[in-house]
């Protein structure tokens, strides 16, 4: 499968935006990029995913290069309650295979 | 439910004791996945079930771990002769097909200490 690589932990200020960055290298042509976060003592909880073009939704945007080595996932105006561990992961299209996740993004955001 | 749901939420056994953890899945969902925390890691994946069958066990960290779906829809992870290394957060999933672009529905976890 095709490797993801984030930053272990970042900071936010409540308020302000949050650009979580990913790579994705290695990703395929048929590979879906999806982010998951995981609240403290809660099960990983689905935020967005994409697979060419940029994505919006009431959570978050999905910003994605275009040559698809990379992606950013963007909360617009972090709160406290967006502090969790974000897992940016690809998920062939076909394949259907499971979710693997790596170590995540840990974001703590500032009050 | 809306949701998926697991239990128990919290399970204490001994050492060498017989656990089974079960998941109900959002209705229709046809793939099932199971996966296991532990503290500061990421979900590492167990077995994936379409159906009532298990498409890729690969995960399974060795025979004492079995998971069942008999009928497609309620799934059951086993664990015998339990080990204090077997203490974790066992999460299950669920998704409306196989397909990379469905996603995935989490529960909340059965939290198993082993003793």
């Known amino acids: 499968d095709a490797k993801t690589t984030q930053p272990n932990s970042m900071e936010s200020n409540e308020e302000e935006p949050v650009h979580l960055p990913c790579n994705h290298s290695t990703i395929s042509g048929t590979d879906y990029i999806h982010w998951y976060r995981q609240l403290p003592s809660q099960g990983p909880e689905y935020v967005i995913h994409g697979l060419t073009s940029n994505v919006n939704n009431r959570m978050a945007s999905l910003a994605i290069a275009e040559d698809r080595k990379s992606s950013t996932l963007i909360l617009h105006r972090a709160t406290l309650r967006d502090a969790a561990v974000y897992y940016c992961i690809l998920r062939d299209r076909n394949a259907g295979n499971m979710l693997t996740f790596g170590g995540g993004t840990r974001l703590m955001v500032k009050p | 439910g809306a949701g998926v749901s697991q239990t128990p939420s919290n399970k204490v056994t001994e050492k060498g004791k017989y656990v089974e953890l079960r998941c109900d899945p959002i209705?229709?969902?046809?793939?099932l996945y199971w996966y296991r925390q532990s503290l500061g890691q990421g979900p590492e994946f167990l077995i994936y079930?379409?159906?009532?069958?298990?498409?890729?066990d690969s995960g399974l960290p060795n025979d004492r771990f079995f998971a069942v779906r008999p009928e497609g829809s309620v799934s059951t992870l086993k664990i015998q002769r339990t080990e204090r290394g077997d203490s974790a957060v066992y999460l299950c999933?669920?998704?409306?097909?196989?397909?990379?672009?469905?996603?995935?529905?989490f529960g909340a976890g059965s939290r198993l200490t082993v003793l």
């Open positions: 209705s229709g969902h046809t793939a």
């Open positions: 999933a669920s998704s409306l097909t196989r397909s990379g672009a469905n996603v995935l529905t």
């Open positions: 079930f379409q159906g009532t069958g298990a498409a890729d």
